[in-house]
């Protein structure tokens, strides 16, 4: 047999630098007796007349023609779907032509984006498995990271449904020899047949030995295949997410909105404390009653906002009194934005003395430090960081005032929405609000508030707004055509109208205010993180760390013992903190540790309620916020930060842990929001609204359980993402 075409049976197709990792898996599993169907490897070095030679030992088809580059379905990373499979090909003409295809896609624009360049790869060419049901099997749990666990999915026909996320499926958990269904409303699997397929995962887990895996399976006949056979990759390990302390904590309240990642250990130590010090004292000043530490918990790098502000049962509210009431009589209108049914008594004050006083201040201040950074002495540095997020921090407790009215003032609209106008005309309160604010990126804009990770400035990411200004126009027409109809339902009714119109138009002006707020918070990021450069320089050419950006990964306590002379160990932990890091942007953490008291947990479920339109619960896969009127439907596309923005197409839906300013550009792109974290009135809702297509934030683990490529669903007035 020549060296060009090689049976899967065959010795040689075990040697993955010959006919790619892929091919070489199953060549591995054939030969150990696994159901693999037959077939063969069309090598790199093969010449483009090779078909004819396939179909003599094959026969005509049809012809499943794979991707098996030497890159594909590694440990870390599986470059799954980046490139070509065809299936059905039948015909010398065809198999000629799919070859050449499939060969060449490893040097596509799609493969480059992702990270990963082959000229020519190795093909992988099968009979094609005539399949009643197919699917994909995953020998751990692919979102808890659970061992001992099988998910089997499923669908009718070939597995490009699964794999795609297109058509209907059904999907089981398998656990110890018991078999449940998770998803689905059609009986494609019985029990029996669940079972039989989460065991051969099992197998082939124990047979590769590496790990725990995903196989792609067909079943015809009453015979069950493997199709392929790769790693799980981005794994979470086996953690425990129990609350180091009594109480409950989120990761998606405040900061933790901006953060869609683990902390780096000098971002939690120096920046994040010293703003939610400020923070905290501004509201402690503002109500009396001073929070308890800690404000926060970091369990496996993640962030954790502490909840123990908030007085979650009667009894608090009542001890809370003699301290809120005389500030209350005595300065009712600062202290009245705090408690949302009074809150507009006194958010004009507050934005006057933003704009007048706040915001001045904290300019000028950012605008000296520019000035002064570059020729200060590392020494001299730290001081200038701690100005800057005292302010950062003060400026934020503005913003959870200020911008957080917007929340407070959507609540009574969605309200008066739902009672008085859904029942008569449908739609939502959401198409109210778009179109009222033009986005605008700017340098300073952060994908995360981590200083770890550069600004839209220095990552050179290109604004994109070209059909901004006519997109804007047409959703002003629609939220006006939207206006019409509702005072057009209420024309009848004086006095609903008139409680319409003053709900209507504070909401309305929340929304550009609070935009422009935020636009400014992380005007000081440039300089903070210019400023913990010239410290890491420092550290790196006297040797304690290797490089500049090491620093992130010290805490400001090592920090300041390395400027004092030890430096014991601090490479070496640098190293390890990293390493853990990367590891820790695998896990899926919980919104939520510990236990939300009853009274809040109701709160936020009445107005949760009062925000999502009527549900479908048809093949739905994931459930978050309602926070973007409308319906679109596109692939998938999981980005984490700005190093991937360039993989996101047009009418794709974005699908990523949080979205911050930095990743306005996005939106003029894609069709759909989808977000791991937010709220309403987080940054992914409030701009989505003004590009006027759909977000669904708040999911908890879209960035785990959607496939890149997947076709999705959005509803964001239902808050639902479902398969197609």
């Not at 049976?9 to 054939?30: I, N, P």
């Not at 302010?391 to 957080?404: D, K, L, N, P, R």
């Not at 008085?420 to 994908?447: M, T």
């Amino acid at each position: 047999m020549s060296r060009k075409v090689i049976p899967l049976r065959d010795e040689r197709a075990g040697d993955a630098r010959l006919v790619g990792r892929k091919a070489a898996t199953l060549a591995r599993l054939a030969r150990a007796g696994y159901p693999v169907p037959e077939g063969l490897v069309v090598t790199v070095d093969a010449e483009s007349g090779v078909a004819s030679l396939v179909i003599d030992l094959l026969g005509d088809g049809p012809f499943a023609v794979r991707s098996s580059g030497v890159s594909e379905d590694e440990a870390d990373t599986s470059w799954a779907g980046q490139y070509e499979s065809l299936l059905d090909v039948t015909g010398i003409d065809a198999l000629g032509d799919a070859i050449e295809h499939v060969r060449a896609s490893g040097a596509t624009e799609r493969a480059r984006s992702y990270g990963s360049v082959e000229d020519r790869i190795p093909v992988l060419i099968q009979r094609q498995v005539p399949a009643a049901f197919a699917g994909v099997a995953f020998s751990a749990d692919p979102i808890s990271g659970e061992r001992g666990v099988q998910v089997v999915t499923a669908t009718r026909g070939l597995g490009v449904a699964v794999v795609e996320g297109t058509g209907g499926t059904d999907t089981w958990r398998v656990t110890a020899g018991s078999a449940s269904r998770t998803t689905g409303t059609d009986a494609l699997l019985d029990r029996d047949v669940a079972l039989e397929i989460a065991a051969l995962a099992a197998r082939v887990e124990q047979e590769l030995a590496g790990g725990p895996v995903d196989i792609e399976w067909a079943r015809t006949g009453g015979a069950l295949w493997l199709l392929q056979a790769r790693p799980m990759t981005a794994l979470p390990g086996r953690v425990d997410w129990t609350p180091p302390l009594k109480g409950a904590f989120a990761r998606n309240f405040r900061l933790g909105e901006w953060l869609g990642d683990p902390v780096t250990p000098l971002f939690e130590s120096w920046l994040l404390t010293r703003m939610e010090d400020r923070l905290h004292e501004v509201h402690g000043q503002l109500v009396g009653v001073r929070t308890p530490r800690p404000l926060h918990v970091v369990v496996h790098g993640w962030y954790f906002y502490s909840l123990a502000f908030l007085p979650v049962s009667p009894a608090a509210i009542l001890r809370s009194l003699p301290h809120v009431l005389p500030r209350l009589i005595r300065d009712y209108r600062r202290v009245a934005v705090m408690m949302p049914p009074v809150a507009h008594l006194g958010v004009a004050l507050w934005e006057r003395e933003w704009r007048d006083e706040l915001l001045p201040r904290y300019l000028r201040t950012v605008e000296r430090a520019e000035r002064e950074v570059p020729s200060l002495a590392p020494e001299a540095i730290p001081p200038v960081i701690d100005e800057l997020a005292d302010q950062a921090g003060e400026y934020f407790a503005s913003i959870t005032i200020v911008a957080g009215y917007a929340w407070k003032a959507e609540l009574p609209l969605a309200r008066f929405y739902g009672d008085a106008l859904r029942p008569r005309i449908g739609g939502s309160h959401l198409e109210l609000l778009q179109g009222l604010h033009r986005p605008a990126s700017q340098a300073h804009d952060v994908v995360s508030l981590d200083w770890y990770q550069p600004t839209l400035g220095e990552a050179g990411a290109t604004p994109d707004d070209v059909g901004l200004d006519a997109r804007l126009e047409r959703l002003a027409d629609a939220r006006e055509a939207a206006e019409k109809r509702c005072r057009a339902a209420l024309a009848g009714h004086p006095k609903r109208l008139a409680r319409f119109e003053r709900v209507l138009g504070a909401a309305q002006r929340a929304i550009p205010v609070r935009e422009e707020q935020l636009s400014h918070f992380t005007r000081s990021w440039p300089v903070l993180r210019a400023a913990v450069l010239r410290i890491g320089e420092d550290l790196s050419a006297r040797g304690v760390i290797g490089e500049a950006i090491d620093v992130f990964f010290l805490t400001r306590t090592e920090v300041g013992v390395a400027r004092g002379g030890d430096m014991t160990e601090l490479g070496k932990l640098v190293r390890e903190r990293r390493i853990a890091w990367r590891r820790q942007r695998r896990l899926v953490p919980p919104l939520v540790l510990g236990s939300l008291p009853r009274m809040l947990e109701t709160l936020l479920r009445s107005a949760d309620d009062l925000l999502r339109g009527p549900v479908d619960d048809h093949d739905v896969l994931l459930r978050g916020a309602a926070a973007s009127a409308g319906r679109a439907t596109g692939p998938a596309r999981v980005v984490h930060d700005t190093t991937e923005f360039a993989r996101v197409h047009p009418g794709d839906v974005l699908v990523c842990p949080a979205t911050t300013p930095a990743w306005t550009q996005l939106f003029a792109r894609v069709a759909a929001i989808v977000t791991d974290t937010g709220s309403p009135s987080s940054h992914a809702s409030i701009v989505a609204r003004e590009y006027g297509i759909p977000a669904v934030v708040g999911t908890g683990d879209a960035t785990a359980r959607v496939r890149d490529g997947q076709l999705l669903t959005v509803d964001g007035a239902a808050g639902t993402v479902s398969r197609l």
